[in-house]
């Protein structure tokens, strides 16, 4: 099935207003107007639209452009809850992983592969980052093409940058947006149409990650995210180059254990080379040896009794396209599929209780309260909340694997 809630690539982050927006004309015909229904929001969206339209002049963004698109943005209210509902967040590891990981998913992407193998090894070779990878990005973000997204760009973009818990992003995507209006790389009409969050073409890039790392892959003059996919598949490899992918080398591995394993050096902020993992008794699980001159961090994503990995600048990059563990393992656990490498040894520890989002929120307050920085309390389980449960759980005397269960929340409250 066609993922249907599309998510953004991480990648698009803020950029100065001075970098983004240095831009021709666009020439695009003004199109009529459109009857706004009603917001059920707080904020004044005619007074919001005038302020932006103001920026983005002051921008250089063109004044057809602005006059052209800006005065018929349209607030999407059916957007807003979705921010908060990303499966990648909210679901379990293993259930997101699932289904992505699915044997239709892994016999289709491995058939494109080979149907593209021309391009994208060519891209492979330039880029230095596995063709595989690039198929699992495609496959994951689209479903290999078969559901680019139906929200109105513009509209969610401006949707998301005049009311919700990300505005100034959003505000700074929309200007990108406007941007590639006036050097001819997107309409002004009719709307391209995306994610709910903005994201376009066949790997869901954000208008930002377009005017940065968007490049013409076939040669023709143009870079089309949506119809050429020699484009995507360059633009995907180009931003992965650019986030840090070493060159040829693989995102990591599933790995195992030794008996008496020293657990301080498990966290995602604690990078050694292979040969110091090699010296702690860490192996690789399909029993090949950790060779290379490569540095890696443990990933402990569901505790002790759960696969464990260790992860190279490959997988940190992936994180840049989308900020979430469960994304960034389903590409790389997909990748390796479509490769023909096995699958995982290690089975995840499916009938384990998992805390739900309100208590994982309280789990994140009880840390901050006693000093660990557990980033924002949402309920969402990521790096920095498993580095505080880490650090609280050195301090406690208990086996500091980074997961939280319910018995770590029992003891956090019984301590007040």
Same mark, same amino acid.
């Given at each position: 099935m066609p993922n249907r809630c599309l998510r953004r690539p991480a990648a698009a982050l803020v950029l100065s207003v001075a970098a983004l927006l240095a831009g021709g004309c666009a020439t695009s015909p003004a199109a009529p107007p459109v009857t706004r229904p009603p917001f059920a929001g707080n904020v004044d969206f005619d007074a919001w639209k005038r302020d932006f339209a103001a920026e983005a002049r002051t921008a250089g963004i063109s004044e057809v452009t602005v006059s052209t698109v800006v005065p018929r943005l349209r607030q999407l209210p059916e957007l807003l809850p979705l921010d908060r509902q990303q499966p990648e967040f909210v679901k379990p590891i293993w259930s997101y992983i699932d289904a992505t990981v699915s044997n239709a998913r892994i016999e289709r992407g491995r058939r494109l592969r080979a149907e593209h193998a021309a391009t994208l090894d060519a891209i492979a =070779?330039?880029?230095?980052v596995p063709a595989e990878?690039?198929? =699992?990005?495609?496959g994951k973000e689209t479903d290999f093409g078969g /559901? &680019?997204?139906? &929200?109105?760009? /513009?509209? =969610?973009? #401006?949707t998301l940058a005049s009311t919700g818990r990300r505005q100034a992003f959003y505000r700074s995507e929309l200007l990108a947006a406007l941007t590639l209006i006036d050097r001819g790389m997107l309409p002004a009409s009719p709307q391209p149409t995306g994610s709910w969050a903005g994201a376009m073409g066949q790997t869901q890039f954000m208008p930002g990650t377009w005017l940065r790392h968007a490049v013409d892959g076939n040669g023709d003059g143009r870079i089309d995210l949506y119809g050429s996919l020699a484009d995507a598949f360059a633009s995907t490899a180009? /931003? $992965? +180059?650019?986030?840090?992918? @070493?060159?040829g080398q693989p995102w990591g591995w599933e790995v195992r254990l030794p008996a008496g394993f020293d657990w301080s050096l498990a966290g995602e902020d604690r990078a050694q080379p292979l040969a110091a993992w090699a010296a702690a008794g860490v192996t690789r699980a399909d029993g090949r040896p950790l060779a290379g001159g490569l540095n890696a961090t443990l990933l402990v994503p569901t505790g002790r009794q759960?696969?464990?990995?260790? $992860?190279?600048?490959g997988f940190r990059a992936i994180m840049k396209y989308n900020a979430s563990t469960s994304y960034a393992l389903a590409v790389a656990l997909l990748g390796d599929q479509l490769a023909g490498r096995p699958g995982l040894a #290690?089975?995840?520890?499916?009938?384990? @209780?998992?805390?739900?989002? +309100?208590? &994982?929120?309280?789990?994140?307050?009880?840390l901050a309260a006693r000093g660990y920085d557990s980033g924002t309390p949402d309920g969402m389980l990521g790096t920095r909340t498993r580095t505080a449960v880490r650090g609280y759980q050195q301090r406690a005397g208990m086996v500091p694997d980074g997961w939280p269960t319910a018995e770590l929340l029992a003891r956090l409250r019984a301590e007040g």
């Open positions: =070779a330039r880029s230095g990878i690039i198929v =699992a990005i495609w /559901y &680019t997204g139906r &929200t109105p760009v /513009y509209d =969610a973009l #401006a180009a /931003y $992965l +180059a650019a986030s840090g992918w @070493p060159a759960g696969p464990v990995f260790l $992860l190279t600048d #290690a089975d995840w520890p499916r009938s384990q @209780p998992l805390l739900s989002v +309100a208590e &994982t929120r309280e789990l994140q307050e009880r």
